[in-house]
């Protein structure tokens, strides 16, 4: 390998540093988990899956730590396991999120509306807390939150007022601890997805309606994936982005460029 090939290469390699990826059981953060681990990274895993976790940790040889993020007592638990068992997290990817209603905004449930914000924007803040003495400790480090374009534009046929509204907390959220955590060097970033296929998206794509849908309303000619997903994440989790602070990167194949 050359040189310079080796010089640009090395702005993403996360040799040496302790991730924790939410949400790792399945989708998106499983893939965001097995890439950062490819980088160099050691992984924490976190989901409510065990097995799943389980079987991940050991591919990575990183860690499964199970964790409801609905609940902050078990959020207290993750970071100093994960210092314990792996090192100080100085990498934090909340990937995991969910809707827990499909009716439309004026009949969504209390519930529904309470468990969204606490899984989409009450955990990533806790563990954004939570992993704060370590980095400033460290000297740095990366945040990304995973949102969505839903946090940015309304999705004409899909209701999903407190998803919406979780998400775009998230920006808000990212801009606030960016600016607030900028002396010590802790970026901390937002990737805002388009549709991808998962677990929470399976029925849209297995519907012929769904499929027609997403094909309109998408410029680019392919089916967005999860792995279409990673390259913002990991980039913004290492060095290659050591100047970007306070960002949503969308990426969706252009659902919102038109
Ligand atoms: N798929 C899309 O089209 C799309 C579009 C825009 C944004 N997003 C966002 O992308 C992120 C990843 O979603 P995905 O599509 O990859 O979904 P997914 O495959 O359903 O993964 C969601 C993950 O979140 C975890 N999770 C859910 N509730 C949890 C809880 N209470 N405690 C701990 N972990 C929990 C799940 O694990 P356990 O069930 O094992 O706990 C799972 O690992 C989410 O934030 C989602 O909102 C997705």
Same mark, same amino acid.
């Given at each position: ?7 640009? #290469? ?19 953060? &499983?893939?965001?988990?097995?890439? #950062? &681990? ?21 591919? /990575?040889?990183?860690? &499964?730590? /199970? ?5 902050? $007592? ?28 499909? $009716? ?19 955990? @990533? ?17 990366? /945040? ?25 907390? #998230? ?17 901390? +970033?937002? /990737?805002? @997805?388009?549709?991808?296929?998962? $677990? ?16 309109? +309303? ?21 060095? &290659? ?18």
């Amino acid at each position: 390998m050359s040189a310079d090939r080796d010089t640009a #290469l090395r702005l993403f390699d996360l040799t040496g540093r302790v991730a924790v990826v939410t949400g790792a059981s399945s989708g998106l953060g &499983a893939a965001v988990a097995e890439a #950062l &681990a490819g980088l160099g990274a050691r992984v924490a895993v976190l989901a409510r899956r065990a097995d799943r976790l389980t079987e991940l940790a050991a591919r /990575v040889d990183g860690l &499964a730590v /199970v964790c409801d993020l609905a609940d902050p $007592e078990q959020i207290a638990i993750v970071a100093p396991t994960v210092a314990e068992q792996l090192g100080p997290p100085t990498i934090l990817v909340n990937a995991a999120g969910n809707r827990f209603t499909t $009716e439309r905004a004026e009949d969504e449930p209390l519930d529904a509306v309470q468990r969204t914000l606490g899984l989409n924007l009450l955990a @990533p803040l806790l563990l954004a807390q939570a992993v704060f003495p370590h980095m400033r400790a460290a000297g740095g480090g990366s /945040v990304v939150n995973v949102s969505s374009i839903s946090g940015r534009v309304g999705i004409p046929g899909i209701p999903q007022a407190s998803y919406a509204a979780s998400k775009a907390g #998230l920006s808000g959220l990212t801009t606030e601890l960016a600016v607030q955590w900028a002396r010590h060097s802790i970026r901390v +970033n937002t /990737v805002a @997805p388009g549709f991808f296929r998962s $677990e929470i998206t399976d029925s849209l794509y297995d519907s012929p309606r769904g499929v027609e849908y997403l094909r309109r +309303n998408t410029p680019l000619p392919s089916e967005g994936t999860a792995r279409d997903m990673v390259g913002a994440i990991t980039w913004l989790s290492g060095d &290659a982005a050591r100047y970007v602070t306070g960002q949503t990167i969308v990426v969706d194949g252009g659902w919102t460029a038109r």
